[in-house]
């Protein structure tokens, strides 16, 4: 299976006027993740799901993919993509999907660096920017077990290579 992990693309601060569920992305967030998806779709990727966090930032970036990739299907809400999503609640958010080949997840920090961590079982803690796709081909669900296949910022550069995607994952 390939698994897409995706940090939601820049919000608006926190502040006491939004909360933080009902967080939206910027305009600078949208255009720059519109780079990402684009960049994303020129890399041949084809998912057959995309499941998002219910925070409204997460939702907005899923579509945003969603649009630039034409995908048919819906962008389903998963509540275990909410913060404080773990490993070990992959297989759970996945149980509906057991026949998708590829999946996108769509999350936040530090949730998704950690996943993207234990994935691949690297060294030292990882984190994504905003709006940053990791690739990564797995058979399982257990540590270690993945290979990191690519990498997208959040403006829309594409890395091929694991060592420089994972100095940027661990800066």
């Not at 569920?21 to 990402?36: N, P, Q, S, V």
């Not at 297989?91 to 920090?109: D, F, I, N, P, Y």
């Amino acid at each position: 299976m390939i698994i897409h992990v995706v940090r939601h693309a820049e919000a608006v601060d926190r502040s006491p006027q939004v909360s933080e569920e009902h967080r939206y992305l910027t305009a600078r967030g949208r255009e720059r993740f519109r780079d990402a998806a684009r960049a994303f779709k020129k890399a041949g990727f084809r998912p057959d799901v995309i499941l998002t966090s219910p925070l409204v930032r997460a939702v907005q970036t899923a579509d945003i993919l969603a649009e630039a990739l034409h995908f048919a299907g819906d962008c389903d809400v998963a509540s275990q993509l909410s913060p404080g999503f773990r490993l070990s609640l992959l297989q759970k958010c996945l149980a509906g999907h057991r026949e998708a080949k590829e999946v996108v997840l769509v999350g936040h920090e530090p949730d998704v660096g950690m996943l993207v961590h234990d994935l691949l079982e690297v060294n030292g803690p990882c984190s994504l920017k905003k709006g940053v796709i990791v690739s990564l081909e797995t058979d399982g669900f257990k540590p270690g077990e993945a290979k990191l296949l690519q990498m997208i910022t959040g403006g829309g550069k594409t890395i091929d290579s694991t060592a420089e995607a994972l100095a940027r994952l661990q800066e």
